[in-house]
């Protein structure tokens, strides 16, 4: 029974984790994708300890990772508890969950459990179950390229695109919420597929393996994504050389025969899908050949093009530019936070401290950058060089062990190693990381691909027999009489029926505890999400949608934080009409922002929501004005180079009459962004209320020299020389 569960348990992981997202979240996408892990790690964990219990056999085996495994954790620990926010470290940010150390605690979790419990056919199977689940995403993605999203249908019932706000025709992302993180995981896909193809022993396999490839590269292409396509061209090289030098090595034999006509299937799918539908680094496209002519109609002015992401993906400043200046920041909180970084998932909150002022002239400039989109740069940032050189260890340990096996492998000089495992699973394993390393300069790791990270090699050390049982270091050993003292104490237990039992019925109720807990925090979730939409229109309802989530999980400050901006907004919505429990809503307003920025006082969103929550109850009680700047002033502390907080500080002061302290603030602005219309704009109205006429036009007139002819600064100078 417990067998069956552990195994099932893992085709789940490897089948539904991509596949699983739902529309009531918060983050659709990948906080569904970390429950869901959550979900099974516990399931799982639970079930190997009472196996253990009730075999009576202690059951963790060894890998070659297991020292790289170790430290690295020990390194996120460290980082956590020396983090500029803890909360966040430990349960990852909010819209990602990802990364945090109690993800990284379920993965390695996960790890040991695969290479403890399972044979190399399992393996293998778990490997045919994540091609599968590739297969259902790719089914997916397709048809959203051709205008036909399946999420669509499942919304709206129409099978189209028009849920979307995003372009999802001209770059899908099916189940995965993102282009970029779509082709990531299916570039890591697309080399156990080459695997099952290469190995595949009848017609058959081999077509329908081929079909599956096929599916992956077409879904693969219609993502348009440049660094997953450089991963991908990483691991064909892999896969090519390899493969190319097993065929040198044993020319003449049935395997080396078998790879040719596969090898060329796999060519022939790249060069003809690339052909007619193009692909992320090249312009030429088949199809656009035989296209006619666009011709300007109503219907292209009316259906106006979707965004289809941020910059760092299309349009606007180029991509490139501003991954160099996000990675100038990264290196300067590693600067500033040598040893643990600034705390495990903790970029979004320390990279504006550190965010330099040429961020300010590109077009994401007020974006929020919760990542490095470098996964390299974003450890040294939030783990220090501990926690990334144990990252690189982990990485240069499994390359370094998938070299080794495979030469000796293709050498033939070690009889353990000369099996179709190391010459075919290996390189394509091996391939999947080097696509794993090369995307992951230019982005990061989501669920999907951080479980890839942790498992492949899980899967490749259970394949070729690479795992033994693990043995503690002579220092953390006993001494000989004390060994036999517990070996006594535990026999003696083991032989009363009842210490199984108790056991097992012990990790079974924790197991439990901690499941009902985790449902509680999805359904905290699904209230927050509902809180969100109503935030603006409807501040009673998101006010009481926050005190439902708040009481299913009331550790988490992001719920606290925007409780506090609901409960002023409907304070200022009930001012005129009662005004007792208006007050009550202004404390509670102000108390659970205190909670919120108590626990977390470097997050500089939650300082942003202060600032807000404070200006609204300013609007009912002028007592809050000096609390709004004060907030202001932490939140410039935190974020020196934003210039959208020096912005709202001017405005405020000009609305008190300190115009002179107001203009200060906006000169300080426009230093920091001299392209901000809104900043010129202002400052010419301030000036104008001063009647200082031609101060006001000067503002008006640095509009002008950068959006010439700008209407709305020619109609202010046009009245103003009047004066």
């Given at each position: 029974?417990?067998?069956?569960?552990?195994?099932?348990?893992?085709?789940?992981?490897?089948?539904?984790?991509?596949?699983?997202?739902?529309?009531?979240?918060?983050?659709?996408?990948?906080?569904?994708?970390?429950?869901?892990?959550?979900?099974?790690?516990?399931?799982?964990?639970?079930?190997?300890?009472?196996?253990?219990?009730?075999?009576?056999?202690?059951?963790?085996?060894?890998?070659?990772?297991?020292?790289?495994?170790?430290?690295?954790?020990?390194?996120?620990?460290?980082?956590?508890?020396?983090?500029?926010?803890?909360?966040?470290?430990?349960?990852?940010?909010?819209?990602?969950?990802?990364?945090?150390?109690?993800?990284?605690?379920?993965?390695?979790?996960?790890?040991?459990?695969?290479?403890?419990?399972?044979?190399?056919?399992?393996?293998?199977?778990?490997?045919?179950?994540?091609?599968?689940?590739?297969?259902?995403?790719?089914?997916?993605?397709i048809p959203e390229h051709f205008g036909a999203s399946p999420s669509c249908l499942f919304l709206t019932g129409s099978f189209n695109d028009a849920c979307?706000?995003?372009?999802?025709?001209?770059?899908?992302?099916?189940?995965?919420?993102?282009?970029?993180?779509?082709?990531?995981?299916?570039?890591?896909?697309?080399?156990?597929?080459?695997?099952?193809?290469?190995?595949?022993?009848?017609?058959?396999?081999?077509?329908?393996?081929?079909?599956?490839?096929?599916?992956?590269?077409?879904?693969?292409?219609?993502?348009?994504?440049?660094?997953?396509?450089?991963?991908?061209?990483?691991?064909?090289?892999?896969?090519?050389?390899?493969?190319?030098?097993?065929?040198?090595?044993?020319?003449?034999?049935?395997?080396?025969?078998?790879?040719?006509?596969?090898?060329?299937?796999?060519?022939?799918?790249?060069?003809?899908?690339?052909?007619?539908?193009?692909?992320?680094?090249?312009?030429?496209?088949?199809?656009?050949?035989?296209?006619?002519?666009?011709?300007?109609?109503?219907?292209?002015?009316?259906?106006?093009?979707?965004?289809?992401?941020?910059?760092?993906?299309?349009?606007?400043?180029?991509?490139?530019?501003?991954?160099?200046?996000?990675?100038?920041?990264?290196?300067?909180?590693?600067?500033?936070?040598?040893?643990?970084?600034?705390?495990?998932?903790?970029?979004?909150?320390?990279?504006?401290?550190?965010?330099?002022?040429?961020?300010?002239?590109?077009?994401?400039?007020?974006?929020?950058?919760?990542?490095?989109?470098?996964?390299?740069?974003?450890?040294?940032?939030?783990?220090?060089?501990?926690?990334?050189?144990?990252?690189?260890?982990?990485?240069?340990?499994?390359?370094?062990?998938?070299?080794?096996?495979?030469?000796?492998?293709?050498?033939?000089?070690?009889?353990?190693?000369?099996?179709?495992?190391?010459?075919?699973?290996?390189?394509?394993?091996?391939?999947?990381?080097?696509?794993?390393?090369?995307?992951?300069?230019?982005?990061?790791?989501?669920?999907?691909?951080?479980?890839?990270?942790?498992?492949?090699?899980?899967?490749?050390?259970?394949?070729?027999?690479?795992?033994?049982?693990?043995?503690?270091?002579?220092?953390?050993?006993?001494?000989?009489?004390?060994?036999?003292?517990?070996?006594?104490?535990?026999?003696?237990?083991?032989?009363?029926?009842?210490?199984?039992?108790?056991?097992?019925?012990?990790?079974?109720?924790?197991?439990?505890?901690?499941?009902?807990?985790?449902?509680?925090?999805?359904?905290?979730?699904?209230?927050?999400?509902?809180?969100?939409?109503?935030?603006?229109?409807?501040?009673?309802?998101?006010?009481?949608?926050?005190?439902?989530?708040?009481?299913?999980?009331?550790?988490?400050?992001?719920?606290?934080?925007?409780?506090?901006?609901?409960?002023?907004?409907?304070?200022?919505?009930?001012?005129?009409?009662?005004?007792?429990?208006?007050?009550?809503?202004?404390?509670?307003?102000?108390?659970?922002?205190?909670?919120?920025?108590?626990?977390?006082?470097?997050?500089?969103?939650?300082?942003?929501?202060?600032?807000?929550?404070?200006?609204?109850?300013?609007?009912?009680?002028?007592?809050?004005?000096?609390?709004?700047?004060?907030?202001?002033?932490?939140?410039?502390?935190?974020?020196?180079?934003?210039?959208?907080?020096?912005?709202?500080?001017?405005?405020?002061?000009?609305?008190?009459?300190?115009?002179?302290?107001?203009?200060?603030?906006?000169?300080?602005?426009?230093?920091?962004?001299?392209?901000?219309?809104?900043?010129?704009?202002?400052?010419?109205?301030?000036?104008?209320?001063?009647?200082?006429?031609?101060?006001?036009?000067?503002?008006?007139?640095?509009?002008?020299?950068?959006?010439?002819?700008?209407?709305?600064?020619?109609?202010?100078?046009?009245?103003?020389?009047?004066?």
């Amino acid at each position: 029974m417990l067998n069956t569960i552990l195994v099932y348990s893992f085709y789940i992981l490897f089948f539904l984790t991509p596949l699983v997202w739902a529309p009531w979240n918060f983050e659709l996408f990948e906080y569904n994708k970390m429950m869901l892990v959550y979900f099974l790690t516990i399931i799982i964990t639970a079930s190997w300890l009472i196996k253990m219990i009730q075999t009576k056999k202690f059951n963790l085996q060894g890998t070659p990772l297991d020292i790289p495994l170790m430290l690295f954790l020990l390194a996120n620990i460290l980082s956590t508890i020396f983090s500029i926010d803890r909360h966040t470290s430990i349960w990852g940010y909010y819209s990602r969950s990802n990364g945090g150390l109690l993800s990284t605690i379920s993965y390695i979790l996960l790890y040991y459990a695969l290479v403890s419990n399972f044979t190399k056919g399992q393996v293998l199977s778990f490997l045919k179950w994540a091609v599968y689940g590739g297969v259902v995403v790719a089914l997916y993605a397709i048809p959203e390229h051709f205008g036909a999203s399946p999420s669509c249908l499942f919304l709206t019932g129409s099978f189209n695109d028009a849920c979307w706000v995003q372009d999802v025709q001209a770059r899908v992302f099916a189940t995965l919420g993102q282009p970029n993180w779509l082709a990531a995981y299916l570039a890591m896909l697309i080399f156990p597929a080459i695997y099952f193809l290469l190995s595949s022993t009848k017609r058959s396999f081999m077509i329908l393996n081929s079909t599956f490839l096929i599916l992956f590269y077409l879904a693969f292409t219609f993502t348009y994504s440049r660094g997953a396509t450089l991963g991908l061209l990483g691991g064909l090289a892999i896969v090519g050389l390899t493969y190319f030098l097993s065929f040198l090595r044993k020319q003449g034999s049935k395997l080396a025969g078998s790879l040719v006509k596969p090898g060329m299937t796999i060519l022939g799918i790249i060069i003809g899908v690339n052909l007619i539908f193009g692909s992320a680094l090249t312009d030429f496209k088949l199809l656009s050949k035989f296209a006619p002519a666009s011709r300007p109609s109503l219907a292209s002015v009316i259906n106006a093009p979707k965004p289809s992401g941020t910059q760092l993906e299309n349009g606007g400043t180029e991509s490139g530019t501003i991954r160099l200046i996000v990675w100038k920041g990264a290196i300067d909180i590693f600067k500033h936070y040598p040893i643990f970084g600034s705390g495990v998932e903790t970029f979004a909150y320390s990279y504006y401290n550190f965010r330099p002022v040429e961020h300010n002239l590109v077009s994401e400039w007020d974006f929020l950058y919760n990542k490095a989109h470098n996964e390299f740069l974003n450890y040294l940032a939030t783990t220090g060089i501990i926690g990334f050189t144990s990252y690189m260890a982990i990485i240069i340990t499994f390359v370094i062990w998938c070299i080794k096996g495979y030469v000796l492998s293709i050498k033939g000089k070690n009889k353990n190693t000369h099996t179709t495992y190391y010459i075919l699973l290996i390189p394509a394993l091996l391939a999947s990381y080097i696509s794993y390393l090369i995307q992951n300069i230019f982005g990061f790791s989501v669920v999907i691909i951080a479980l890839f990270f942790y498992l492949f090699p899980a899967i490749a050390f259970t394949a070729t027999d690479s795992t033994k049982p693990l043995a503690f270091p002579k220092l953390l050993n006993p001494s000989a009489s004390a060994r036999a003292s517990l070996q006594s104490i535990f026999l003696n237990l083991y032989k009363r029926p009842f210490y199984p039992k108790f056991a097992s019925w012990v990790v079974g109720i924790m197991a439990g505890l901690i499941l009902i807990t985790l449902g509680r925090y999805y359904l905290a979730d699904t209230d927050f999400a509902t809180s969100q939409k109503y935030s603006d229109t409807n501040p009673g309802k998101a006010y009481n949608e926050l005190i439902a989530a708040v009481s299913l999980n009331p550790g988490e400050p992001y719920y606290h934080s925007e409780l506090g901006y609901a409960a002023a907004g409907a304070a200022a919505a009930l001012e005129s009409e009662d005004a007792t429990r208006s007050a009550l809503l202004k404390e509670e307003a102000v108390f659970e922002t205190n909670l919120a920025l108590k626990d977390s006082p470097r997050n500089v969103s939650y300082v942003r929501s202060a600032v807000r929550t404070y200006y609204m109850l300013a609007t009912i009680d002028k007592a809050y004005t000096q609390k709004t700047l004060d907030a202001l002033d932490l939140a410039i502390l935190l974020a020196p180079t934003d210039p959208k907080l020096t912005y709202n500080k001017a405005i405020i002061l000009s609305q008190m009459g300190k115009n002179q302290e107001a203009i200060a603030e906006m000169e300080r602005t426009i230093k920091l962004k001299p392209n901000y219309k809104e900043a010129y704009y202002s400052l010419g109205l301030i000036y104008a209320s001063d009647k200082q006429y031609d101060k006001a036009i000067e503002a008006m007139q640095g509009i002008l020299k950068f959006i010439p002819n700008d209407p709305d600064a020619l109609s202010k100078i046009k009245e103003w020389e009047n004066k």
